[in-house]
């Protein structure tokens, strides 16, 4: 077998090194997007090399080891866009959870989800088996966490979902969340030394209040009682990414309301989900902050794809959108709360975007490029190439001792 060339040795090295963790927002997303680009170029050139290539850039980065069960942690390090600082676990141990109850939300059994979350120490948390987990409560997140659900099933469902509030360097990845409720008014503990009452829970899949550096990725969300991803009061650095999301109304709202200011700095990449069937709106509605829609495919809305209020900045690309029959639904934007005098200021653009079925995207605001710096974090691949980036989106089916 031919020898990798210095570059694939240099990419290679790329990932597994290590990167300088900041608590901020990204204040130069252009490089971020060179960075990328540079990502992006590499795996192609190393296409020959692994032989298994996709052009995601983050599957790109791991799926091609089919020792990645041995090599969990690698995963760190295949963010991109404004979540792209998520290290979760990663310089932490393993944590197996073996048990899938969650009888006590104070004092949470060691081996459940809910008592390797709280703890204090960077963790990478992995399931020993198959497992649905009836959350008796939110599951209340502590910082620096990974919930990884490779080579197993598992599903969060039929009661309260995940929270991630006040808290920084979170991932989830391959977790089935559905049919999440609404808490009631509970004790719930949030670390080891700390717990206090909770007030009622919204019902979202995965509720983001004031966090930062959080990756949501290759996760499979339906039918909850609010968002399936919400982010609000002052959340930023997030990425959303590689999610199959069906069967539900509002599913993902990004910023708190028009009058929360504090939204103004929060950056969200969108890149890689699938919006599948029986979806409604909200694909996502943005307040205030800067927006990156990339390389998304959306087969499904009945009301609009994607909308926003507060003038926020959406940078649309490359993303493929086949409108309803419904002749009055193929409008692929919503400018809400406003009269026309007002949202036609708002920076929204399409750009690439492959329209399908008569969809259509209204633009507002400038034109030039710079407007949308604080809304860039990738480089987008061309819409053709949608369906073959997206055709893994959600919960993988890994097993051990092959390539996922």
Same mark, same amino acid.
């Not at 009622?200 to 609010?226: E, P």
């Not at 009055?328 to 200021?345: C, F, R």
């Given at each position: +077998? ?15 090194? #290590? ?54 942690? =690698? ?5 991109? @866009? ?32 809910? %008592? ?8 990478? /948390? ?20 990974? /919930?990884?659900? =490779? ?66 990725? %290759? ?36 910023? %708190? ?16 989900? %699938? ?11 943005? =307040? ?50 406003? #009269? ?11 750009? @690439?975007?492959? +329209? ?17 710096? =604080? ?6 691949? #061309? ?22």
């Amino acid at each position: +077998m031919e020898s990798p060339s210095p570059l694939s040795l240099i990419f290679l090295f790329s990932l597994l090194t #290590p990167t300088l963790i900041s608590s901020s927002p990204v204040q130069d997303p252009e490089l971020v997007v060179q960075e990328v680009h540079r990502t992006v170029n590499a795996s192609r050139r190393n296409l020959g090399y692994f032989s298994c290539g996709t052009g995601n850039p983050i599957d790109d980065c791991w799926r091609c080891d089919s020792n990645w069960e041995n090599n969990r942690q =690698r995963l760190a390090d295949c963010a991109i @866009g404004f979540g792209k600082n998520a290290i979760g676990g990663r310089d932490g141990k393993i944590y197996v959870v073996t048990d899938s109850s969650d009888h006590d939300a104070v004092n949470p059994k060691p081996g459940t989800l809910r %008592h390797a979350v709280i703890q204090d120490e960077p963790l990478w /948390i992995i399931f020993a088996r198959d497992m649905v987990i009836k959350l008796k409560e939110e599951l209340i997140m502590n910082s620096f966490k990974t /919930i990884d659900g =490779r080579g197993s099933s598992v599903h969060i469902a039929g009661g309260p979902c995940i929270t991630v509030q006040f808290v920084t360097n979170i991932i989830i990845h391959g977790i089935n969340i559905h049919d999440c409720k609404q808490g009631g008014n509970a004790m719930v503990r949030d670390s080891p030394g700390h717990y206090g009452w909770r007030t009622v829970s919204d019902g979202d899949g995965v509720s983001i209040f004031g966090g930062s550096h959080v990756w949501v990725d %290759h996760c499979s969300l339906s039918n909850c009682q609010d968002g399936l991803i919400d982010a609000i009061h002052g959340s930023t650095a997030i990425t959303i990414s590689n999610n199959y999301m069906t069967h539900h109304d509002k599913v993902m709202l990004l910023g %708190h309301s028009d009058s929360y200011t504090q939204d103004k700095n929060m950056q969200v990449t969108i890149a890689f989900n %699938h919006f599948g069937e029986g979806l409604v709106q909200r694909m996502p509605r943005c =307040r205030h902050g800067y927006f990156h829609v990339v390389n998304n495919d959306y087969t499904h809305w009945e009301m609009y794809a994607i909308g926003g209020s507060a003038s926020p900045t959406i940078n649309s690309q490359g993303n493929r959108f086949l409108a309803p029959n419904d002749r009055s639904s193929k409008e692929v934007t919503k400018h809400e709360n406003a #009269p026309e005098s007002e949202w036609k200021h708002w920076n929204w653009r399409s750009e @690439g975007d492959l +329209m399908l079925n008569g969809a259509y995207f209204t633009l507002s605001g400038a034109g030039a490029s710079s407007s949308y710096a =604080r809304a860039s974090s990738l480089g987008a691949r #061309p819409s053709s190439v949608v369906g073959s980036i997206t055709t893994g989106a959600g919960a993988l089916n890994c097993r051990k001792g092959s390539r996922c």
